[in-house]
């Protein structure tokens, strides 16, 4: 199976940076896209921002220009760099991995057990 490790999370100021990261391991034979979403208390989780293998990459509306991801293919590892936090990026943050596992045809979504991100004002 697929495991994702996150590390990264914590308490920060208004205006100040973290940066997430996301390790994969287990039987991969090809992880297509990684990703991190976001869940705040009484909200829906919603997606902050994927990766593909080919480096194609997509981002939330509120989270463009301030937020950025990057991947090592390599380390099958994902970052998520976020400059200028705001009270409203506190929430839990899940990485996500669209992986197909090894000697199978079958991909499916992996999720991490999430990282809390608090922003004070």
């Known amino acids: 199976q697929v495991q994702l490790v996150e590390s990264g999370g914590g308490l920060v100021q208004a205006g100040g940076s973290l940066r997430l990261s996301c390790a994969a391991s287990?039987?991969?034979?090809?992880?297509?896209?990684m990703g991190w979403y976001r869940q705040a208390p009484g909200k829906q989780r919603e997606l902050v921002a994927t990766?593909?293998?080919?480096?194609?990459?997509n981002y939330a509306d509120s989270v463009k220009g301030r937020f950025s991801i990057s991947r090592d293919n390599a380390k099958d590892t994902v970052y998520l760099q976020m400059n200028s936090l705001n009270p409203e990026d506190t929430a839990v943050y899940y990485c996500?991995?669209?992986?197909?596992?090894?000697?199978?045809?079958?991909?499916?979504?992996?999720w991490g057990q999430g990282t809390q991100v608090t922003v004070s004002s």
């Open positions: 996500n991995a669209r992986a197909r596992v090894r000697f199978t045809s079958i991909e499916r979504d992996y």
């Open positions: 287990g039987s991969i034979f090809r992880i297509n896209a």
């Open positions: 990766i593909t293998s080919a480096g194609s990459t």
